[in-house]
């Protein structure tokens, strides 16, 4: 079956136009090239399009808030960050801008909104960090848009694609908390830029068949018709891609086409096939070499075109955030053997905004049901008793501790656990790794 993007002709893809060697080194490149943008697609198609998806948020152009803090029953993402509730929005700038409105919050009050292109570039931030506490209005503009700037946007920020994703995030402090983030959320609106103005609308764009995305057929040669289907968002490309895209285009990639493999030559199919397994050989290897995320995350500028990076990012943690708004960092642990991550006086994570430790079921990845509901412990952790010489000890176990360690303790699994520290805000220190998660140790008897 073609993959049909606005009904465009099929690719009609020829042995001459690649031999077999340069065909396999084509398509090992491209299915590298196509990684983040596809998984960005799986989570957007079910999000922005499909309305029986339990993640629907509602169509393009409006936010969905997620209040609640994460439990365990919670399955719709995996490492559900339970500090900051979600809002999610996707935008479709093709017919005109969109202008992202977020409210004054008190200077106790983190939140972020991240936006991510269709490539999963992390192009422009609104939030605490970067635009302040203030209220402010921000325009997101697509890459063929020309107007000016109307004098009631705060600022504008350009996307080089047409779809735009938007995470929010908004600090919670306890379950105690959630009317106040409630009423924040409540007042991050997302508005087409005619309604902002009071003007008329322009004409709608075209509408669009999403093509269902299906991981198995992505694994093949199939990656092409959802590669040529999602470029058709990223037009004109970037200058610095002119050649790559020339190239990708004699085995079948071409923004907005069709592509029918029953047209293609076998034997060629065969060598895109072989040159997609090179490409999945390396990435496993690549992912099994990462063993941080930092550095992973960021606008085209700041990961050099590096499609290989920007593959393993979205295969460990898709969304996410650049390394100057929030650092990761953590261990695999086993709660049948008792750890502890003991952090020497004045030596605690040195976030502006806040630090979590969350821990993680394997290897589903999901908070762990636990006696205390507790699932992460940090700077907010009501109760948190120090040492006499001012360092913290965190218990991680999966049996409870004796009673002066448990105020501190993390409860886990009998087995395997992942542990993902996060920290918002983080100082130069922990970006250019001076500063060290302390490693976890056997817990003493």
């Excluded at 992202?100 to 490539?119: I, N």
């Excluded at 009631?152 to 009317?179: C, H, M, Q, W, Y």
């Excluded at 507790?374 to 000890?393: A, E, I, P």
């Excluded at 448990?406 to 009998?414: G, M, S, V």
Aim: glycine share 6%; aromatic share 12%; with cysteine.
């Amino acid at each position: 079956m073609a993959f049909l993007a606005l009904a465009a002709p099929t690719v009609d893809v020829r042995a001459e136009q690649a031999s077999p060697i340069d065909c396999r080194t084509i398509a090992k490149e491209a299915y590298i090239y196509a990684f983040a943008p596809m998984e960005n697609y799986n989570t957007w198609r079910k999000q922005a399009v499909d309305s029986s998806a339990p993640e629907y948020v509602g169509g393009f152009n409006v936010f969905r808030h997620y209040s609640e803090p994460f439990t365990p029953d919670n399955h719709d993402v995996v490492t559900p960050n339970n500090d900051t509730p979600y809002s999610w929005a996707w935008l479709d700038l093709r017919a005109e801008p969109v202008v992202v409105s977020v409210p004054a919050v008190p200077k106790d009050r983190y939140y972020v909104l991240q936006l991510f292109d269709v490539f999963t570039f992390n192009f422009a931030y609104i939030g605490v960090r970067s635009t302040g506490f203030e209220a402010g209005d921000y325009m997101i503009a697509g890459p063929r848009w020309t107007g000016e700037t109307p004098k009631r946007v705060t600022k504008v920020f350009r996307s080089e694609t047409d779809i735009v994703g938007i995470l929010g995030r908004t600090a919670l402090n306890g379950p105690e908390d959630v009317p106040n983030v409630k009423a924040i959320q409540a007042d991050i609106k997302v508005t087409p830029l005619s309604a902002f103005l009071g003007t008329k609308a322009p004409p709608a764009a075209a509408s669009i068949d999403f093509p269902p995305y299906e991981p198995s057929k992505a694994a093949t040669h199939d990656f092409i018709g959802y590669l040529n289907f999602l470029l058709q968002f990223a037009q004109p490309a970037d200058p610095s891609e002119t050649a790559l895209l020339a190239r990708f285009a004699t085995i079948g990639i071409v923004p907005g086409k069709a592509f029918d493999p029953t047209t293609i030559d076998p034997k060629l199919l065969a060598d895109i096939d072989a040159g997609v397994r090179d490409a999945q050989a390396e990435l496993h290897e690549r992912e099994a070499q990462t063993l941080t995320a930092n550095g992973l995350f960021g606008t085209r500028a700041f990961l050099k075109n590096d499609y290989m990076k920007r593959a393993v990012g979205a295969a460990k943690g898709l969304y996410g955030n650049s390394l100057e708004e929030a650092w990761y960092g953590g261990f695999i642990g086993n709660g049948s053997k008792p750890s502890v991550m003991r952090f020497a006086a004045g030596e605690l994570p040195p976030a502006k905004f806040f630090w979590s430790a969350t821990l993680y079921t394997l290897p589903d990845r999901f908070l762990y049901a636990n006696e205390l509901d507790r699932y992460s412990v940090g700077d907010r952790t009501k109760g948190l008793v120090f040492d006499k010489d001012g360092s913290l000890t965190i218990t991680i176990s999966h049996d409870a501790p004796s009673a002066d360690k448990k105020a501190n303790w993390l409860p886990a699994p009998a087995g395997l656990y992942s542990l993902v520290v996060r920290a918002y805000g983080p100082s130069e220190e922990m970006m250019t790794s001076k500063w060290k998660l302390p490693p976890l140790q056997t817990a003493a008897p």
